[in-house]
């Protein structure tokens, strides 16, 4: 199995050019060797200001979503979000592209969206009030512990989660037809 995640302890977990490229690459060699792949999200987004998008990183994050992309990765496990998942760096990193749909787990709490309430509020220009008002709604949008939304198939509570994903890997071994060997069915960039 191949695991990609995110660093939230490192720029709150957003996706920079270098990690969009390293992910790409590390999913097309998952993919060549018919590995699963399972995602754990928790990130505000891709890398914004002017840097980053001077840098490529619409185009670097377009290209993890590519690798994506319909193959043996896809009968993986699934996709997880650990707290956040917001803006396309929740995109790139939710499997969206499978031909398979995979399953997708969150804990109670995790919060979903184009963006966190902070960044609603220096959206829209508002007041420090107007700002409070903003992440008290959107704390009540909160996943419950027991109810499947936001396209989550089950939520899992934290100390869980390891057991999910392990019975999910089981399934999809058990699915395998054939041994994995490595193929160049697609081509993987340097």
Request: proline share 8%.
């Amino acid at each position: 199995m191949a695991v990609v995640a995110n660093q939230p302890a490192v720029r709150a977990g957003a996706i920079d050019v270098a990690a969009a490229d390293k992910a790409a690459h590390f999913i097309q060699v998952a993919d060549s060797f018919h590995l699963p792949l399972v995602f754990l999200t928790d990130n505000p987004g891709v890398l914004a200001g002017t840097a980053s998008e001077r840098a490529g990183i619409l185009r670097a994050g377009a290209r993890m979503f590519a690798a994506q992309g319909p193959g043996p990765h896809n009968q993986g496990p699934g996709h997880a979000s650990r707290e956040r998942a917001h803006g396309f760096g929740s995109f790139a990193m939710s499997r969206s592209r499978s031909t398979v749909r995979p399953s997708r787990w969150a804990p109670p709490g995790v919060t979903l969206g184009a963006m966190g309430a902070r960044g609603a509020g220096d959206a829209v220009r508002a007041d420090d009030d107007t700002a409070e008002a903003i992440a008290e709604s959107r704390g009540h949008r909160r996943l419950p512990l027991s109810v499947p939304v936001g396209g989550f198939d089950e939520v899992v509570a934290p100390g869980e989660l390891r057991d999910v994903l392990l019975g999910a890997v089981r399934r999809g071994l058990s699915r395998r037809q054939q041994a994995p060997e490595p193929t160049a069915r697609t081509a993987i960039a340097p």
